[in-house]
């Protein structure tokens, strides 16, 4: 077989960190996928972990493909054509998100990742993100024996022509932005109270919270807290402006809304989620945008009431004899 066919390419697995080159090239390759398609292609934990987990920490594993130049040895490859990132919770599961760049798509890249990520760890416990749900994807798992497990929503809303509902604070409550260096603790006590329920958002640590407020779109204005006479923190709203990608407009994000246990069933959620919103307004953006799991009716329900309408969904494959 041809070396310009992708089976011939090397594969290059890293477990742990990626050192530096291997990250730019993987931050290149996500976003021309993100440019074509409009939806990043690796989750912003995943992001996380690439660029912050311990080159020890075996709980990361990526897999490279690269495409070799025309002149050179196939092992000197210097494209990146394809990635495939792997995050391992402590129970033995997995989940796998997969990017191919625009250039190298419909040649069998995804294929010889997937091949490649068989014989190093195997399919066992492990799901799959399809961030977009494109319909080569939907292909690929049902070649690979997956099917639809879980759909998480993203939701818009028209936030220049969007009419809010009057919504008022309970009683003794009132909002402030997060002071960097004083409120970490606390969030993350709050964070973990109010989706206790929810183990990829309840489970963030500090070293995670410090990674977000590194990133260049953090701002602590946009990061509202509810908090009562004594100052104490019962719920939150954390907002995130994506920036310009492309010919894809800057967008606000409705990105956390959490209430804590204690504050529940005071109206309090609505009240922090269209203060978030009024905020996000506040800079111009056209349009504001948010992720819900498709089975949770109330929150869909609340959203829908809000002005959001489903603009486009993430698709979470299994193995289909898990169905």
Sequence with gaps: MSPAH????????????????????????????????GNPPLSEQTLVMLRGADAGDHSLTSLALYAPDEQSDPVSGQDLAGIAVVVEAEDGTGVVEMAVHPTYRNQGVSGRLLDSLRDERGFEGLTAWSHGNHEAAADLADRYGYGPVRELWKMRLMSSTAELPDVGLPDGVSLRAFVPGQDEAAWLAANKAAFSHHPEQGSLTRADLDARMEEDWFDPAGFLLAVDREGELLGFHWTKVHPKQGPHPAIGEVYVVGVTPAAQGMGLGKALTVAGIRYLQGHDLHSVMLYVDADNTAAVALYQKLGFVRWDVDVMYGPLTQK
């Design 6 to 37: 992708p089976e011939n390419w090397p594969v290059l697995i890293v477990k742990g960190a990626p050192d530096g080159e291997l990250l730019r090239d993987i931050k290149t390759l996500a976003a021309a996928a993100e440019e074509s398609d």
